[in-house]
């Protein structure tokens, strides 16, 4: 009888265990293979290079930061640098008609894992123009401000510590430390969606191309 109520115990106690879990977010995420921004790269600069409309021509992206990766703050305000050129063995014209970015947070909880931070869009809002003209002479360069207490973050924050009742009053609070070691955050991800339009000097119109790019950014302290 003795060997029972043991058993009964082992039993309890494992299923409190998985209620905790479940109740704290506990389902895991896994972690991003996705290239990183490290201020230390050759010029500062994360390259990427896509080669489009069959490989007839090809145009490089490059992203930076005058913040210090190394000490990257998720809660900070921050910008990054982006930037594009084009390069072509043929005669083409390339514009840049828009350009939509998403920065959301990399935690190794799902729980958190992919919420949005902030987000923008550029795009030419007056003239006649359908796009910014980018080549290896013109590149095309923009600046995203990146909010480091966005309302939509506040506003998720506010919906995970009222769903899961937290009532510790510094856990309540959206800190830097409390996303770190509350949500298991380890970095942001930014992605950038081009869209582009291309012409060649034998077509009357332009058509369209789209491209994207994705890297993350390591939170400094972040939990291994």
């Known amino acids: 009888m003795k060997l029972c109520h043991i058993f009964k115990n082992v039993i ?8 905790l879990v479940a109740c704290s977010g506990g389902e895991t995420a896994p972690k991003t293979a996705l290239p990183h921004l490290d201020n230390t790269m050759p010029g500062g600069n994360l390259t990427f290079t896509h080669k489009l409309d069959g490989n007839r021509f090809a145009v490089t992206s490059r992203f930076s930061t005058t913040y210090n990766t190394s000490q990257w703050r998720v809660t900070d305000s921050k910008t990054i640098d982006l930037q594009l050129t084009e390069s072509s063995s043929v ?23 992919g919420w949005s931070q902030d987000s923008a869009d550029f795009k030419l809002s007056t003239g006649s123009e359908p796009g910014v003209l980018v080549s290896s002479q013109y590149p095309y360069e923009n600046v995203m401000a990146v909010e480091g207490f966005s309302q939509t973050m506040m506003s998720a924050w506010t919906y995970y510590t009222d ?10 609070r959206l800190t830097e430390d409390n996303l770190v070691r509350e949500g298991g955050v380890y970095a942001n991800k930014i992605q950038i969606i081009w869209f582009l339009l291309v012409q060649y000097p034998d077509e009357s119109h332009y058509h369209a191309e789209v491209m994207t790019d994705e890297f993350v950014i390591p939170v400094a302290n972040a939990q291994s």
């Open 163 to 172: 769903s899961y009742a937290v009532t510790d009053v510094e856990q309540k």
């Open 91 to 113: 005669p083409v014209t390339v514009l840049v008609e828009h350009v939509h970015i998403d920065i959301s947070l990399k935690s190794t909880l799902a729980l958190f894992d």
């Open 12 to 19: 309890i106690l494992l299923c409190l265990g998985s209620l």
